[in-house]
């Protein structure tokens, strides 16, 4: 028997009083305990659908529903479901960081001697114990965002959406916050929806993507079978001795030496990375490191949005050629 989605929303349309249609009949299914990524340009429709979702304003048509609860008609119970990291700092900067997290269980009714164990927890978690007594306005930048985490995981909703919750934070401490996302979702079994600009974080946390352009889902997929439309990939490799010239490699024409110990080989999907390494091995060429070049998801994410444009262009000339276009 298949589990009841986490998130399930159906032809969901926005239009705004201005005439600008946001959200074009949405059809989107986040599956339950996974990690979810939405993506999308600025203007996408992502801040909307959030927005939606989160109840802040109402749709035009369609139906949202979590964990099979009409957010319509049953909105108390379903937003009791759902925590939200948005991307504007939305808490009281004067609070202190403890209190702030003990009036958000209020909220939920949950008491506060029931809240300080968790909490404590997640202070710990995210690395703001020992801030607990200082006022929030006080926080660098980074631990405002991790206070919005904590903050929105008080009452241990079922679905937490994050809305770039790592926007201006630097790279070991954004790490530091994958950690805790992961065991989140796999210790608590939270499903979590995540949007983000950075595109090799979606990457690194989610097993499903689906992205958004105009208003309309491109791409609905898992992660697995989306980076394996690519054609092409281009590996790093960091080598132990020095070389004076390009190597040669049987069959892989796109090699570059960067420097004296960096090589640079791109790939096709035909071709077979151990074969490199043997290749490089018979050539007494000893690797220290390997990596991806580029962030192989943001590839994909130019390419499926270049092609979407591209169609919808033609049908716009076919529609031309075709005398639709009427003066």
């Known amino acids: 028997m298949n589990e009841m ?16 249609a946001a959200l074009k009949g949405v059809d989107l299914t986040v599956p339950q305990g996974e990690f979810f990524a939405l993506l ?22 369609g139906t949202v529903e979590i964990f099979g609860v009409d957010l319509h008609k049953n909105p108390s ?6 925590g939200v990291v948005p991307q504007e700092l939305n808490f009281n900067q004067f609070e202190k960081c403890l209190d702030i997290l003990i009036i958000q269980a209020g909220y939920y009714g949950i008491k506060k001697k029931d809240a300080l164990p968790r909490a ?7 690395g703001l114990w020992d801030k607990k007594d200082t006022k929030a306005r006080s926080l660098s930048g980074g631990m ?17 959406i994050l809305d770039e919750p790592t926007a201006g934070v630097d790279i070991e401490l954004r790490r530091s916050m994958w950690d805790f996302m992961e065991r989140i979702n796999k210790d608590e079994g939270t499903s979590i929806i995540l949007t983000t600009h950075y595109l090799e974080e979606a990457e690194q946390l989610c097993k499903y993507i689906a992205i958004l352009n105009h208003g309309e889902i491109l791409i609905n997929t898992d992660m697995k079978s989306l980076l394996a439309q690519l054609s092409l990939e281009t590996f790093v490799f960091d080598l132990k001795n020095e070389l004076k010239n390009t190597p040669t490699l049987n069959n892989i024409s796109h090699i570059t030496l960067v420097d004296n110990k960096t090589l640079e080989i791109t790939l096709n999907k035909t071709q077979n990375l151990n074969d490199v390494f043997t290749q490089l091995n018979n050539l007494n060429i000893q690797i220290v490191s390997m990596r991806n070049k580029a962030n192989r998801l943001e590839e994909l994410f130019m390419g499926v949005v270049d092609s979407h444009f591209h169609k919808g262009k033609m049908k716009d000339e076919n529609k031309l050629n075709n005398g639709e276009n009427h003066e």
Do not use: C, W
Request: charged letters at 25%; glycine letters at 8%.
């Open 5 to 20: 989605p986490a998130l399930k929303v159906r032809n969901l349309k926005k239009t705004y009083p201005n005439g600008t």
């Open 40 to 61: 999308g340009a600025n203007g996408a429709g992502k801040s909307t659908m959030i927005g939606i979702i989160s109840s802040l304003f109402p749709q035009t048509d």
């Open 77 to 82: 119970l379903a937003k009791s479901y759902l």
């Open 120 to 126: 404590e927890f997640l202070l710990k978690e995210l």
């Open 144 to 160: 405002k965002r991790r206070l919005m985490i904590a903050r929105a995981l008080m009452h241990r909703p079922r679905l937490l």
